[in-house]
């Protein structure tokens, strides 16, 4: 089959793999009719991501039609449908009995590595380095499901892949970026970042009853389609943050702040961002964390600050006196996907939201390493690619 496999930093392919092959009686094998490339692969391909190796097949956004299934699958049969939630999990340890289910037990075998970075396992992840499991990711034609009696969730032929393929991660993971804020009404909510994750972090924070939704990024094409979302947006290069943020709140700051950029935040101008970067780039720090300090510094007291942005390991400056002395609360979780689906499904169904909206290109899969590129780069007003296999 054709995938879409890791050559070196800042370098994909698509190459020629072998078919994957069902190997545990709870796999399930699906061909893929559309996958997309997420900000989270982006940190894999500009190499901040320890455990990524050259032959690595990436993605982890991916949907398709199942073509064959181990004997313990009793709820999916070859030709189903299904969308793929990106975190592996087995549904039966007390994570995922409890709802977190990118905290599975059960579904790294790596966790050993794990261990030594985070002192406990996450789940696995499709093509998301060794760290979670070495798994084969879905940026390709054909995928192995491992637990796949858990995971996948039938759609029907109705709704296009354009409208459900978002299931998978993005749209669940702006929409527990909101939730996880606790939102009251009258709340006013900030979002650092208007790639695909902080986009559905607006939407669903207006869908949760946010009274005013503030967006921030640097890219005016990325903040329009914010303000399509119903946000005031803010543009980092334009206005001193910190500032605006206290002059639309009264002074005191937002109620939460959801920080939807992670480890490789931007910004030239500070002395502090020169010194994340050459930490980074020397591997002393694995994040450049500039948006997470800011979304503390400027959220109100007894605030929360919502954190799905990706962070590698360890950072350094972390204004913990800020956290303690003014009693704010800090969330944050890989998405736990699975709790999301059906719901999100019925947002999608009733046209409370369009997810199709943040599309900007559409590529066949041998285009995969063009669509880094321009996503990478924010080129071409890129803001999702869509690979069709
Ligand atoms: P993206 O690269 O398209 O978007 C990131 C945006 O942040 C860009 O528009 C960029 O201009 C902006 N940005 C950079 N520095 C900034 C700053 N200082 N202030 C404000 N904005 C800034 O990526 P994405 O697909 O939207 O993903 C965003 C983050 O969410 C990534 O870290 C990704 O790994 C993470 N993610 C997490 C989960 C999860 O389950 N927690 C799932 C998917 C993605
Ligand atoms: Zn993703
Ligand atoms: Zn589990």
Redesign the pocket.
């Known amino acids: 089959m054709r995938a879409t496999v890791y050559s070196g930093r800042n370098s994909v392919q698509v190459e020629n793999v072998p078919d994957p092959k069902i190997l545990n009686r709870r796999d399930a094998i699906v061909k893929i009719t559309s996958t997309a490339i997420?900000?989270?692969d982006?940190?894999l391909y500009d190499g901040y991501v320890p455990e990524v190796k050259k032959g690595d097949i990436f993605g982890h956004e991916f949907m398709g039609e199942v073509v064959e299934v181990g004997p313990d699958v009793g709820n999916l049969a070859v030709g189903d449908r299904v969308v793929v939630p990106?975190p592996i999990a087995c549904g039966n340890c007390t994570s995922c009995r409890n709802g977190l289910w990118?905290a599975c037990e059960n579904s790294n075998p790596n966790a050993n590595m794990a261990e030594k970075v985070w002192g406990h396992s996450s789940c696995g992840i499709f093509g998301y380095s060794h760290l979670t499991g070495g798994y084969a990711g879905g940026q390709a034609e054909y995928a192995r499901v491992p637990f796949a009696d858990v995971g996948p969730l039938k759609v029907d032929d109705d709704l296009t892949d354009e409208q459900v393929l978002f299931l998978t991660?993005?749209f669940p993971?702006g929409y527990m970026g909101a939730e996880l804020c606790d939102i009251q009404g009258g709340d006013i909510v900030a979002v650092?970042?208007?790639?695909?994750?902080?986009l559905f972090a607006v939407a669903s924070a207006y869908l949760l009853g946010a009274e005013q939704v503030i967006c921030?990024?640097?890219?005016e094409y990325?903040l329009a389609k914010a303000r399509e979302a119903g946000a005031v947006t803010l543009n980092?290069e334009q206005v001193d943050i910190v500032d605006a943020l206290r002059e639309m709140t009264g002074g005191r700051g937002p109620d939460a702040c959801i920080d939807?950029?992670?480890?490789?935040?931007?910004?030239p101008t500070t002395a502090i961002h020169a010194y994340d970067r050459v930490k980074q780039a020397t591997r002393q720090e694995t994040e450049r964390p500039?948006?997470l300090r800011?979304a503390i510094m400027t959220v109100r007291n007894g605030g929360i600050v919502s954190v799905?942005?990706?962070y590698g390991g360890l950072m350094d400056k972390f204004p913990m006196g800020s956290v303690v002395n003014r009693s704010l609360t800090i969330k944050a979780?890989?998405?736990h996907v699975h709790k999301y689906l059906k719901p999100l499904l019925e947002h999608i169904r009733s046209g409370d939201i369009d997810p199709t909206w943040i599309i900007s290109h559409t590529l066949p899969l041998d285009e995969a390493p063009h669509g880094y590129e321009i996503?990478k780069h924010?080129q071409e007003e890129c803001?999702k690619v869509v690979l069709k296999p």
């Open positions: 997420c900000g989270s982006l940190h990106f990118s991660d993005v993971t650092w970042g208007a790639g695909p994750v902080g921030i990024d640097r890219f990325r980092y939807a950029v992670g480890m490789e935040a931007h910004h500039h948006a800011e799905v942005g990706v979780g890989q998405c996503f924010k803001t």
